[in-house]
């Protein structure tokens, strides 16, 4: 009988503890009653899709930093591009009418030249390169994208490497496959640059005009990570997709230098504590997320290719180099060369 009455009353817990465990969590960083003189915090960010990493990293910064400062920052997250493109956030973000968003390094080129170095085509080929690149890179960085785009790094996103996502009766291999091809690239010089030193056409079509594009054929395909382009469900409009590493797709979270100015320096501490950490998590998060696109892209029945030799993608992509350095100022080519010193320095220390 005791040991009934013991089960019983073992079950009674599991029952009773399964129904407080079901019981949403009544505050978070979102439902938190406010606070006199609160500081508004609005994140801005181009997608509007719960899947997409960068999503993921905002929304981590944004809880991070109301727990760091104890709500006393009040984040307000604008997806989807409801206050405008990538290009157009950042200038707003100069001005501090928003004070984070979430661009790619691409796009953050176009008002920040010094970032083009991030986008040398092999300047890295392995995530963990990219990543040392990044932590190593952005103290030199900082002060130059501060006085060129009036903000500040205070975290970094990685979506994943891009790749060839094409229709086309055979697998892409060689550049001399690629080269009939006429493939959508974002309207970068350098991206645009590495594509013709392939022999292949680019076309610089918005990324919200490329499912059309693709189902009317204008292009045969394009490049991005997977999450991407199963996420976008390019696979109902391609067939293939070819898997390299000549740049990985990564977004610095940056904040308005202005609005950065204006904080006391414990809030200070707290954003640049939240940039770090989300970084950090970032980097847990995305290589889980992306084996889950890739089985999906499988599933969707998009055959997958290895390129199975990339010296001679490598060869002629980083002998158009010196056409690149005036892109990323007057010191390119010495940029260019800290970024090397700092991929030996990675390279040494794993000997």
């Given at each position: 009988?005791k040991?009934?009455?013991?089960?019983?009353?073992?079950?009674?817990?599991?029952?009773?503890t399964?129904?407080?465990?079901?019981?949403?969590?009544?505050?978070?960083?979102?439902?938190?009653?406010?606070?006199?003189?609160?500081?508004?915090?609005?994140?801005?960010?181009?997608?509007?899709?719960?899947w997409?990493?960068?999503?993921?990293?905002?929304?981590r910064?944004?809880?991070?930093?109301a727990?760091?400062?104890?709500?006393?920052?009040?984040?307000v997250?604008?997806?989807?591009?409801?206050?405008?493109?990538?290009?157009?956030?950042?200038?707003?973000?100069?001005?501090?009418?928003?004070q984070?968003?979430?661009?790619?390094?691409?796009?953050m080129a176009q008002?920040?030249?010094?970032?083009?170095?991030?986008?040398?085509?092999?300047?890295?080929?392995?995530t963990?390169?990219?990543?040392?690149?990044?932590?190593h890179?952005?103290?030199?960085?900082?002060?130059?994208?501060?006085?060129?785009?009036g903000?500040?790094?205070?975290?970094?996103?990685?979506?994943?490497?891009?790749?060839?996502?094409y229709?086309?009766?055979?697998p892409i291999?060689?550049?001399?496959?690629?080269?009939?091809?006429?493939?959508?690239?974002?309207?970068?010089?350098i991206?645009?640059?590495?594509?013709?030193?392939?022999?292949?056409?680019p076309?610089?079509?918005a990324?919200?005009?490329?499912?059309?594009?693709l189902?009317?054929?204008?292009?045969?395909?394009?490049?991005s990570?997977?999450?991407d382009?199963?996420?976008?469900?390019?696979?109902?409009?391609?067939?293939?997709?070819?898997?390299?590493?000549?740049?990985?797709?990564?977004?610095?979270i940056?904040?308005?230098?202005?609005?950065?100015?204006?904080?006391?320096?414990?809030?200070?501490?707290?954003?640049l504590?939240?940039?770090?950490?989300?970084?950090?998590?970032?980097?847990?998060?995305?290589?889980l997320d992306?084996?889950?696109w890739?089985?999906?892209?499988?599933?969707?029945?998009?055959?997958?290719?290895?390129?199975?030799d990339?010296?001679p993608?490598?060869?002629?992509?980083?002998a158009?180099?010196?056409?690149?350095?005036?892109?990323?100022?007057?010191?390119?080519?010495?940029l260019?060369?800290?970024?090397?010193?700092?991929?030996?320095?990675?390279?040494?220390?794993?000997?």
């Amino acid at each position: 009988m005791k040991t009934i009455a013991k089960l019983t009353a073992l079950a009674a817990l599991i029952i009773t503890t399964g129904a407080h465990a079901a019981t949403p969590n009544p505050f978070d960083w979102q439902s938190v009653p406010r606070k006199d003189d609160q500081i508004t915090m609005r994140l801005a960010h181009s997608l509007n899709m719960e899947w997409s990493s960068q999503t993921v990293a905002l929304k981590r910064f944004a809880e991070l930093v109301a727990i760091y400062t104890d709500n006393r920052v009040r984040p307000v997250i604008f997806p989807g591009s409801q206050l405008g493109g990538e290009k157009e956030m950042l200038q707003q973000a100069r001005q501090g009418v928003i004070q984070v968003t979430i661009p790619a390094t691409n796009n953050m080129a176009q008002v920040a030249p010094s970032m083009n170095v991030l986008l040398l085509p092999y300047l890295t080929q392995s995530t963990e390169e990219s990543n040392y690149l990044l932590d190593h890179i952005t103290p030199t960085l900082q002060p130059r994208v501060i006085e060129e785009a009036g903000v500040r790094i205070v975290g970094w996103e990685n979506t994943g490497w891009r790749h060839f996502f094409y229709n086309a009766p055979e697998p892409i291999q060689t550049p001399a496959d690629l080269a009939p091809l006429k493939m959508r690239v974002p309207p970068n010089a350098i991206m645009l640059g590495t594509y013709k030193s392939w022999n292949a056409s680019p076309a610089p079509i918005a990324w919200n005009e490329l499912y059309s594009a693709l189902q009317q054929g204008v292009v045969e395909g394009g490049d991005s990570p997977v999450s991407d382009i199963i996420g976008m469900k390019f696979d109902e409009v391609i067939g293939r997709i070819s898997r390299l590493h000549y740049t990985i797709l990564t977004h610095p979270i940056v904040v308005s230098e202005r609005w950065y100015q204006s904080l006391e320096p414990d809030l200070q501490e707290a954003v640049l504590r939240a940039g770090r950490e989300t970084t950090e998590y970032v980097r847990w998060w995305q290589p889980l997320d992306e084996a889950r696109w890739w089985k999906q892209a499988e599933e969707a029945g998009v055959k997958i290719t290895e390129i199975e030799d990339e010296t001679p993608w490598l060869e002629k992509a980083r002998a158009a180099w010196p056409n690149y350095y005036h892109l990323i100022g007057a010191d390119g080519e010495e940029l260019t060369e800290k970024a090397l010193d700092i991929l030996e320095s990675y390279k040494a220390s794993k000997q």
